[in-house]
């Protein structure tokens, strides 16, 4: 059964906490459940480079119910009509990729917002209204409890960090260090003196907001570091990475200790 929207990482985030979560890549309801159960403070179910679509997403969405981390989705796009459609199921906040400047984040916000404060629809018969049973309950919650969380990868987001991070709304700033890099001309070179200097641009302006810093890692020393910096909400894994991983490592480790072939 639907609960009506209450977002403890938002609270946690304004108060200064860290926070952990992990992607969900898989498309699959099970993972999610599995995932949902793990301890994670959030899940982002990805919707950019995943490959489910709506029904999908509304499974993976029913299976982490009964779980303790709080439903996040990134969108494919700065769309107002797939992030209606994203909260409407249910996700309690959005990951939107690709903002490259204030007046795309203002857009961003308006988006995930109900009038007057923006331009999202008003039904009370979606999931996330309870199918009715919520009504006007939600509608009054909503926009205190959904969560806004900015991807910056690109040279423009860079450049007008200060003006993005002003808009009111903006709950995280959520640096993407490989489009990031590739968009700096160093594809895959997230270390490169350039996409660094851009990072700590975005770290500094964040600070000086008072907007959380998000990003990825890909261990869990490269996560504490993140989180000694500052960032309060970092990715430590995926549902697929940890799959491809593991099952790996296993295979190789059977093939060094026996010399199986």
């Known amino acids: 059964m639907t609960r009506l929207i209450d977002n403890p990482v938002k609270r946690k985030l304004r108060a200064g906490e860290r926070t952990v979560g992990a992607w969900l890549q898989l498309c699959s309801p099970i993972a ?32 982490m119910q009964a779980g303790g981390a709080t439903p996040l989705v990134r969108v494919q796009w700065n769309d107002a009509a797939v992030i209606k459609r994203v909260l409407d199921l249910g996700a309690h906040g959005v990951m939107i990729p690709w903002i490259a400047g204030r007046a795309p984040c203002e857009a961003a916000v308006r988006a995930c917002r ?20 919520f009504g006007a309950d939600y509608w009054r919650r909503a926009n205190d409890e959904v969560l806004v969380i900015v991807q910056i990868e690109t040279v423009e987001a860079v450049r007008e960090i200060d003006a993005m991070l002003a808009v009111p709304g903006v709950d995280v700033a959520f640096v993407g260090p490989a489009d990031l890099s590739a968009a700096l001309g160093h594809l895959g ?69 026996l010399g199986g072939r």
Do not use: C, N
Not at 34 to 53: Q, S
Not at 116 to 122: N, T
Not at 124 to 133: L, Q, V
């Open 189 to 257: 070179d997230a270390g490169h003196p350039d996409v660094v200097a851009a990072i700590a641009a975005v770290e500094r302006a964040a600070r000086k907001a008072g907007v959380a810093l998000g990003t990825i890692s890909r261990s869990w020393e490269e996560a504490r570091a993140l989180w000694e910096r500052g960032y309060q909400m970092v990715t430590v894994a995926s549902d697929a990475t940890l799959l491809t991983q593991h099952a790996g490592a296993l295979a190789r480790r059977f093939r060094e200790e």
């Open 114 to 133: 109900y009038p007057p404060d923006g331009i999202r629809g008003v039904a009370g018969s979606h999931r996330a209204a309870g199918f009715g049973r």
């Open 32 to 63: 999610a459940e599995i995932m949902g159960d793990a301890g994670f403070d959030w899940l982002l179910i990805d919707m950019e480079h995943g490959h489910g679509d709506y029904q999908t997403l509304l499974a993976q969405l029913q299976a």
